[in-house]
């Protein structure tokens, strides 16, 4: 049930691009993005919804197709608070209802060097 | 402020014993979520409760119960622990639907059977 994340671990210099990954097998009605820092809670980044949306928080922006079932997290300019563990979500429906429950991925563990 | 909270942060149990995890929320969610961390495997889910007395089974249930006698608070129960549930445990809780539902998560419990 899990979505799959690629890639397990990314390691960049301040002021990079990384790209992360999230797909699945099953029809995808909603993708959630999170970060996890070090001993930490994961903190909600967003949510896309099917139409193929965009979304941006910060220098941090998101994509969702629908079609292909895959979304990406866009990181740009990193900043060395955005190390942490990215993980996406995702919602399915659940017995015909939009109750939905929300399964995680892997995570994609992000490291920026100063 | 939004809240879940945890009961523990740091546990330790003997195998054999009856272990219960609370989770209360201050955000009149419907849903809450018990998820186990372990590294390289990402979130889990173990149980999904959307109302009161109500749960369903996540992908990984076997060894574990849980109880939602009130609409804030869910606990999740281990009958009998082993050292393979030696993990960390995170509980979340959202509103259903697909929008506007970002899941708050608790500090979670870091459990140790011995």
């Known amino acids: 049930q899990q979505p799959v994340q690629s890639p397990q671990a990314v390691i960049l210099r301040e002021g990079e691009d990384a790209v992360i990954n999230c797909s699945s097998s099953?029809?995808?009605?909603?993708v959630h993005w999170y970060r996890q820092k070090h001993g930490e809670a994961p903190v909600f980044l967003m949510i896309l919804l099917k139409g193929g949306e965009q979304k941006g928080h910060d220098k941090i922006s998101a994509s969702f197709n629908e079609k292909k079932q895959q979304s990406s997290l866009y990181l740009t300019a990193s900043q060395l608070s955005y190390s942490g563990t990215y993980f996406c979500?995702?919602?399915?429906?659940?017995?015909?209802?939009?109750?939905?429950?929300?399964?995680f991925g892997r995570g994609t563990q992000l490291t920026v060097w100063p | 402020d939004v809240k879940v909270t945890q009961s523990s942060r740091y546990l330790v149990k003997r195998t054999g014993e009856k272990v219960f995890l609370e989770c209360v929320q201050d955000?009149?969610?419907?849903?809450m979520f018990w998820y186990r961390q372990d590294p390289g495997l990402g979130l889990r889910l173990i149980y999904f409760s959307y109302d009161v007395k109500m749960k369903e089974k996540g992908d990984i249930p076997e060894g574990y119960s849980v109880s939602r006698e009130k609409k804030e608070r869910f606990s999740l129960i281990l009958e009998s622990a082993s050292t393979n549930q030696t993990s960390m445990y995170l509980c979340?809780?959202?509103?259903?639907?697909?929008?506007?539902?970002?899941?708050?998560f608790g500090q979670g419990t870091r459990l140790t059977v011995v």
């Open positions: 099953k029809a995808l009605y909603s």
């Open positions: 979500g995702q919602k399915k429906a659940w017995r015909g209802s939009t109750l939905g429950r929300l399964y």
């Open positions: 955000m009149d969610h419907e849903n």
């Open positions: 979340a809780s959202s509103f259903p639907g697909w929008q506007n539902t970002e899941a708050f």
